[in-house]
């Protein structure tokens, strides 16, 4: 890969719509099929290279927060965990996971801001999106997103 994979930490755009979720119909309410299952055989699932729906990564993340009122009015701050999505020269927007945490900060840097999770959950909530996973992918070399300067930066502005 000679194009390097940058951050797009700054596409990032908040949840402003709070409103109730729409009405299901009895045929939506089936479970949603996850994208995982496109590349595993579904016969065979211990096949050799399918990483199992459960398989712990570490994930490029930073915590954020929503401003918001409480029922009471009192003005609060909710906070969630929001994934890095890359952009990736062939696959478009792209999650990107590593097996081990070595592996994300050989790849990062060691001031990269990650959370553990399972891929499987990662793959739906991020394929909801339309954004795939991209597990243990070889970085370009280059400056990192995330230098410690910027880490401790972020640290007191979300404290």
């Given at each position: 890969?000679?194009?390097p994979?940058?951050?797009?930490?700054l596409d990032?755009v908040?949840p402003?719509?709070?409103?109730a979720?729409?009405a299901?119909?009895?045929?939506?309410?089936?479970?949603?099929r996850?994208?995982?299952l496109?590349?595993v055989?579904?016969?065979?699932?211990?096949?050799p290279?399918?990483?199992?729906?459960?398989?712990?990564?570490?994930?490029p993340?930073?915590?954020?927060?929503?401003?918001?009122?409480?029922?009471?009015?009192?003005?609060?701050?909710?906070?969630?965990i929001?994934?890095?999505?890359?952009?990736?020269p062939?696959?478009?927007?792209?999650?990107?996971?590593?097996?081990?945490l070595?592996r994300?900060?050989?790849?990062?840097?060691?001031?990269?801001?990650?959370v553990?999770?399972?891929?499987?959950?990662?793959?739906?909530?991020?394929?909801?999106?339309?954004?795939?996973?991209?597990?243990?992918?070889?970085?370009?070399?280059?400056?990192?997103?995330?230098?410690?300067?910027?880490?401790?930066?972020?640290?007191r502005?979300?404290?």
């Amino acid at each position: 890969m000679g194009t390097p994979i940058r951050s797009r930490l700054l596409d990032y755009v908040e949840p402003t719509d709070r409103a109730a979720p729409p009405a299901v119909s009895a045929q939506a309410q089936e479970p949603r099929r996850s994208r995982l299952l496109d590349y595993v055989d579904v016969e065979r699932p211990g096949r050799p290279g399918s990483p199992a729906y459960h398989t712990p990564v570490f994930v490029p993340a930073h915590l954020r927060h929503l401003d918001t009122d409480d029922a009471s009015g009192t003005p609060t701050r909710i906070p969630f965990i929001a994934y890095e999505l890359f952009a990736h020269p062939t696959d478009g927007t792209v999650a990107l996971a590593f097996t081990t945490l070595g592996r994300l900060v050989a790849a990062l840097g060691e001031a990269q801001p990650w959370v553990a999770t399972s891929l499987g959950p990662l793959a739906e909530g991020v394929g909801e999106l339309g954004v795939t996973v991209r597990l243990d992918p070889r970085i370009a070399p280059g400056p990192p997103n995330w230098r410690p300067a910027d880490l401790a930066a972020y640290a007191r502005e979300v404290a």
